[in-house]
């Protein structure tokens, strides 16, 4: 089990007060230093290439991104995404993070990783930062996998509460990914309805507010993981978000760190049956930072099961 992370992504700083502050990495981190994570190999995160990135993103966007970090202070992309001075440092390395762990399982040095890295991703779209989100990482790490290793079928299971619309975007079209979510709707970013389906590969799980553990668990043994297993992806990734805990501020589901233990748990049975136990898992959102670090900590102990 390998852990990716990066000084770096502890200096984006979308402003004052901003739900995504480096805070949130710091409690992550500071959670698995812990003697029961002693065993974690520990890696710092490589810089995502020009190339890495292309492969999701269009030009256009690159050059706003790379042209966009202010000198100080901060720059706003949208009314909720700002880049500070080392924003692009951080997702460089917050996407390079995804594309090393990809190398690695696929190679054989370890079955699973996990990148602990900022700012998250899966709101990105091919030509728009959005959502806090500046590079979608798993994306970007899904397409290297097709494009360098030449996989068939790479699996990307999202449980963060909002709707990862930047990765189904990406993919909508392309059915060696499958992409499947759920979340709580009605919620930003207004997407990831259950008509939603690209071409065959887009499965969505909408969870009403309030909804708890048990809807969270039906939906996913009911619906999500048995289209997994029928795809029997030869990879498998997971836009780890922990903002359906119940103490979250922004959103309003009912989960608790137990249930990213079971779900953690479920996907990592999926990817020893189908895909020789490969699995790689990027931080998205949770924004207390108490739920964060026990939620993060779950996932963890039981991706190294």
């Not at 812990?34 to 520990?42: G, I, K, P, V, Y």
């Not at 909720?80 to 990809?102: F, I, K, Q, W």
């Not at 898992?281 to 991706?303: F, M, P």
Request: aromatic share 6%.
């Amino acid at each position: 089990m390998r852990l990716y992370t990066h000084s770096a992504c502890l200096q984006h700083d979308p402003g004052p007060g901003h739900a995504e502050s480096p805070s949130r990495l710091r409690a992550v981190l500071q959670a698995l230093d812990h003697d029961r994570f002693a065993s974690l190999d520990r890696v710092e995160a490589p810089r995502a290439t020009r190339e890495q990135l292309l492969r999701v993103h269009t030009p256009a966007h690159l050059e706003r991104i790379f042209a966009g970090e202010p000198a100080d202070g901060t720059a706003a992309l949208d009314e909720d995404t700002a880049m500070s001075p080392g924003s692009l440092e951080a997702a460089l390395r917050a996407a390079g993070a995804c594309v090393a762990a990809v190398d690695a399982v696929l190679q054989g040095a370890v079955a699973r990783a996990f990148c602990a890295v900022r700012p998250p991703g899966h709101h990105a779209t091919p030509d728009r930062a959005m959502g806090f989100c500046l590079f979608n990482n798993v994306a970007v790490a899904a397409a290297h996998a097709l494009a360098a290793h030449g996989l068939k079928r790479v699996a990307i299971a999202d449980f963060d509460v909002h709707h990862g619309n930047g990765t189904q975007d990406v993919f909508a079209a392309e059915p060696r990914v499958l992409f499947l979510s759920s979340h709580q709707s009605p919620l930003y970013p207004d997407s990831g309805y259950e008509d939603e389906h690209g071409a065959g590969n887009i499965v969505n799980g909408c969870l009403s507010p309030g909804a708890d553990s048990l809807e969270f668990r039906e939906l996913w043994d009911g619906l999500l993981l048995p289209r997994l297993h029928a795809f029997r992806p030869q990879l498998v990734l997971v836009s780890a978000g922990f903002d359906a805990h119940r103490n979250d501020p922004l959103a309003d589901l009912r989960l608790g760190a137990e249930d990213y233990a079971w779900i953690t748990g479920r996907l990592v049975e999926l990817a020893r049956q189908h895909a020789g136990g490969r699995l790689v898992s990027t931080l998205e959102g949770g924004y207390d930072l108490a739920a964060l670090a026990a939620s993060a900590s779950a996932h963890v102990a039981a991706l190294a099961e």
